[in-house]
């Protein structure tokens, strides 16, 4: 395993998830490029390590409210 960075998450979790999680599918049309879903799952993995507030949830996972929601998913 190979882990560059403290915000990826490892291959070897990464390969068991991945098939677990649904397909994005937006709610409107419209908006931003979709998160990937790996950057997804690191956010929330860094919300629930540290115990942050979501709107302190730093900016390279993306936006909190995005994140946020995905979570609730």
Do not use: N
């Amino acid at each position: 395993m190979k882990q560059t960075d403290f915000r990826d998450v490892p291959d070897e979790l990464w390969d068991r998830i991945e098939p677990l999680l649904a397909p994005f599918k937006r709610k409107r049309s419209g908006g931003s490029k979709p998160l990937a879903q790996r950057t997804v799952l690191a956010g929330i993995l860094y919300k629930c390590r540290t115990g942050c507030q979501w709107a302190m949830l730093p900016a390279c996972y993306g936006s909190k409210s995005s994140v946020h929601e995905h979570f609730q998913r």
